[in-house]
């Protein structure tokens, strides 16, 4: 009888691990993104409403930022030691890309042959995996794919959004089409309207004219 009980015990225990991973990672997912909608208001009101005064938060906010990220990381490290669990629900995997996306260069190269399988297997969406992709090259100072990433600079009251430069200009919708991305002018919409800044995208834009761009050459 003691047998049956323990052989019980153990199936139960595997049952359970899943969810108790999706509740782990939900909570990840929610540090994630608070702190990143704060930073998002912050940015809005110092932007377009000149509040100035709120300079300081966001400083505070966009540290508080890295120790998240840190803590995040550090379990997704330890969640992916054997490969990437199974059973999960759709929305832990999409935390696990996340936290990535937003780790250091050093943790993205180290996990993006994982996220590409993710992608394969269809555990995440495969925009998900460009983006990735894009953040790595730029984090190289390569010309990202798919149009994805965009860097901010200049004073906090008069701010400028580029997209980071690409690498085939003339394809780049139907890059992103391929990987279920809208069209470059949608993004730059959106990229607006989440910012509060004027998102721009120059075709002819190269890394070098973007570097002194932003150093104001």
């Not at 009980?5 to 153990?10: E, L, P």
């Not at 930073?39 to 377009?48: D, P």
């Not at 580029?162 to 990987?179: C, F, G, Q």
Request: overall charge negative; aromatic content about 6%; some cysteine.
């Amino acid at each position: 009888m003691k047998k049956y009980i323990i052989i019980v015990t153990m199936l139960f225990a595997a049952c359970s691990a899943p969810k108790s991973t999706d509740r782990l990672l939900a909570e990840v997912w929610q540090s994630d993104q608070q702190v990143r909608r704060q930073i998002i208001e912050l940015t809005k009101a110092v932007t377009t409403e000149g509040r100035t005064d709120l300079i300081d938060s966001l400083i505070m906010v966009c540290d508080l930022q890295e120790s998240v990220d840190a803590r995040n990381i550090s379990i997704i490290d330890s969640l992916l030691q054997d490969g990437v669990p199974n059973s999960l629900s759709k929305e832990s995997y999409k935390t696990i890309w996340i936290v990535i996306d937003h780790s250091t260069l050093e943790k993205q190269l180290l996990y993006l042959p994982i996220v590409e399988q993710m992608a394969t297997g269809g555990l995440i969406d495969k925009d998900e995996y460009a983006t990735l992709f894009d953040r790595v090259a730029m984090g190289q100072k390569r010309p990202q794919r798919y149009g994805s990433q965009s860097v901010q600079f200049g004073r906090p009251e008069a701010m400028q959004l580029y997209i980071y430069p690409v690498e085939n200009s003339e394809k780049l919708d139907s890059l992103r089409a391929s990987v279920g991305m809208e069209p470059i002018a949608e993004y730059l919409k959106v990229l607006t309207q989440t910012t509060g800044i004027e998102a721009q995208f120059d075709r002819q834009m190269t890394i070098d004219c973007l570097e002194k761009l932003r150093d104001g050459e």
